[in-house]
């Protein structure tokens, strides 16, 4: 990619509002993801998965496999970039965001948005979405609680994809801190 083709414009944003972001996400889809279960099941059911002496077991076990989600779709994220990527699995970048503190990958060379949009629905889907048809379709609430946190972890790809949403497909994005710190190349 010739960079001197291109217009970079540098975009921001604090740790502290993509964290509110991240909560407000998962406030909404926690309601969400409980009225679709609440459709299907008793609410009962909640108060029983509440109340039960094993809960504090059941829930260990179940963030251990939300986090095998989260390593997942992280892979499955990076494998996408890596495809774009001149140097290949080289040319990535694994870190743990400051101030978000969740792990992210990103490309050290800019990568199509539309690329790049792909690779956040990858690692959304299977991080926040996957987790909850699991637990839907598994009928115990404990399984929808674990799934809020997928949907935590993935809150600033979310946000990311709000941004990217309706930008030309020929445009690049080199992805430095999630939505604290980006920039986008148009071809000027």
Known sequence: MDMGEFTMIEKSMTPKKASIFSYIITF???VLYTVIYLLRYDYGNIFVTMFKPTFLLEFFILMVFVFLFMAAGLLVKAAILASACENKWHGLKFKIVRGLEKPYCSALTPVKVSLYITALLAYIILTAVLPYIIAFFAGDFMFVFASFIGVLLSGGDILMLFKLIG????????????????RVYYKT
């Open 28 to 30: 909404t889809a926690a």
């Open 167 to 182: 930008k030309n497909s020929g445009e690049y994005i080199l992805d430095i801190d999630c939505v604290i710190f980006y």
